[in-house]
Nanobody, 119 residues
Framework: QVPLVESGGGLVQAGDSLKLSCAASESIFSGNGMDWYRQAPGKQRELVAT???????NYADSVKGRFTISRDNAKNTVYLQMNSLKPEDTAVYYC?????????????WGQGTQDTVSS
């Protein structure tokens, strides 16, 4: 089973909305925080939003008030609702999870989904 499978990207116009989904295997979803990262052409990958296993969230300043991260523990799925999209939001978006124990950790990444916002 692929650990993280993303869906929901696409081409939209500025001001539109998109919702990304990331289905995770139960073994890594349960008890771990989940993140969304993005990487624009020629730029480093950056953290966009985080949701802890308890549901607490955190956002990059550039997306606060426009993006919402959430998780459905029954479905082992994390979402990223993106509203009021801007051309600078254009990037490949990646779902991420760090599975960990007391002495180890392992990072899992989704395959990436391209989101393009036209002006």
């Amino acid at each position: 089973q692929v650990p993280l499978v993303e869906s929901g990207g696409g081409l939209v116009q500025a001001g539109d909305s998109l919702k990304l989904s990331c289905a995770a295997s139960e073994s890594i979803f349960s008890g771990n925080g989940m993140d969304w990262y993005r990487q624009a052409p020629g730029k480093q990958r950056e953290l966009v939003a985080t949701v802890t296993s308890g549901g607490n969230t955190n956002y990059a300043d550039s997306v606060k008030g426009r993006f919402t991260i959430s998780r459905d523990n029954a479905k082992n799925t994390v979402y990223l609702q993106m509203n009021s999209l801007k051309p600078e939001d254009t990037a490949v978006y990646y779902c991420h999870c760090r599975d960990h124990g007391s002495t180890w950790y392992r990072d899992y990444w989704g395959q990436g989904t391209q989101d393009t916002v036209s002006s």
